[in-house]
């Protein structure tokens, strides 16, 4: 079945820490894998997606095909940085084309 | 300006009363997508269309109809909304990426519809 799994629905860090929001995958083929930031009140934006290999705002996901994951880091959270995050994967499997959320983690970035 | 609107933005409706939800997009994008947003379950597709005429079940589509008959517009239609329809809405859109690896680029996101239904 195809699914993405966030485990944690809230992480707090203090500002200046590293941040590591955790996100696996289960799909049979090559997905197309995502982030999306959601601030406080407005609408999901894409953060980033593993095809372009970008560091947007410092943070960076690298896709690990053996253990199906694409966690999102960055090295120094900043106030700015709380958001809800989610991770999701696009992909073609039995004829269908869905696109699928994981169920997002809160990041709260304390002062 | 590049962008995907959706109206109303808010809407307080009751059990069983037939009501539609517009979603418009200007980027000449072939997917477009429904999904809701709910605490703890995040967003789940309801329905998705890779084209004009060319819609699909996601993973939620019960109490749910969508139609495309234009590629700009893709409207979402409760039939006879119930309570547990209660959640906040948002259609995307987004480009198809003509590789094996994967479906589309980026999607771009409405601002949302909440929905109340008493």
């Known amino acids: 079945a195809q699914r993405v799994t966030q485990p944690e629905k809230l992480l707090s860090v203090f500002k200046g820490a590293p941040v590591e929001l955790k996100c696996n995958y289960s799909y049979s083929g090559s997905p197309e894998l995502f982030w999306y930031v959601q601030y406080s009140r407005q609408r999901l934006q894409l953060l980033l997606r593993h095809i372009s290999r970008e560091s947007i705002k410092g943070f960076t996901a690298d896709l690990n095909k053996g253990e199906t994951s694409f966690h999102l880091k960055k090295p120094f959270a900043q106030e700015e940085d709380s958001a809800m995050y989610y991770c999701?994967?696009?992909?073609?499997?039995?004829?269908?084309?869905?696109?699928?959320f994981g169920t997002g983690t809160r990041l709260k970035v304390l002062a | 300006e590049a962008q995907v609107t959706q109206n109303p933005r808010y809407l307080i409706t009751v059990t069983g009363k037939k009501l539609t939800v517009t979603c418009s997009q200007n980027?000449?994008?072939?997917?477009m997508s429904w999904y809701r947003q709910d605490p703890g379950l995040g967003l789940r597709q309801i329905y998705y269309?890779?084209?004009?005429?060319?819609?699909d079940k996601g993973d939620v589509p019960e109490g749910y109809k969508v139609s495309r008959k234009e590629k700009r517009n893709f409207p979402l239609i409760l039939e006879s909304p119930s309570p547990n329809q209660t959640s906040l809405y948002f259609c995307?859109?987004?480009?198809?990426?003509?590789?094996?690896?994967?479906?589309?680029?980026?999607?771009?996101f409405g601002p949302g519809t909440r929905l109340t239904v008493t």
């Open positions: 995307a859109s987004s480009l198809l990426n003509p590789g094996l690896a994967g479906l589309t680029y980026e999607q771009y």
């Open positions: 980027m000449n994008h072939e997917y």
């Open positions: 999701a994967l696009s992909g073609r499997a039995s004829g269908t084309y869905k696109y699928i």
């Open positions: 269309s890779m084209n004009v005429e060319v819609t």
